[in-house]
């Protein structure tokens, strides 16, 4: 915990540097939110390949943040985290110059029925 999966247009590989958000996105959510640390933090990216936006007029991107957390934080408290997230994006797609970027953020509760495991690598020395 926690998840977090960012699908983004394909018009925005070029322009946004992965590595380099995910490791400002960890650090972010552990500052903003109680019990969330950067070693607790899980990102995937999904590059879309086609997205229809409006009336499908060129220049336009889209990148979705779904940032998947413990039950238990107030709604303030996501509400903070998700405006955080979104000021984040806008400075990693700010280098799109000619593109609308349309960007979201949703934080929400992980189900009572998640569980995970982690399991440590064996044979390494």
Not at 42 to 62: G, M, N, S, W, Y
Not at 65 to 91: N, Q
Not at 111 to 117: E, F, H, I, L
């Amino acid at each position: 915990m926690p998840h977090i999966l960012v699908d983004y247009d394909a018009t925005l590989q070029e322009f946004l540097d992965r590595r380099r958000f995910a490791h400002e996105l960890h650090a972010l959510a552990a500052k903003t939110v109680d019990g969330i640390t950067v070693e607790s933090c899980k990102t995937r990216f999904r590059c879309v390949d086609e997205v229809v936006i409006a009336h499908d007029e060129p220049q336009h991107a889209l990148i979705h943040v779904d940032f998947a957390i413990l039950p238990g934080r107030t709604t303030e408290t996501k509400s903070v985290l998700s405006r955080a997230v979104l000021d984040l994006v806008s400075s990693h797609t700010a280098a799109a110059s000619g593109v609308t970027v349309h960007a979201s953020v949703d934080v929400r509760d992980l189900d009572g029925s998640y569980t995970k495991r982690e399991a440590p690598a064996t044979g390494q020395r």
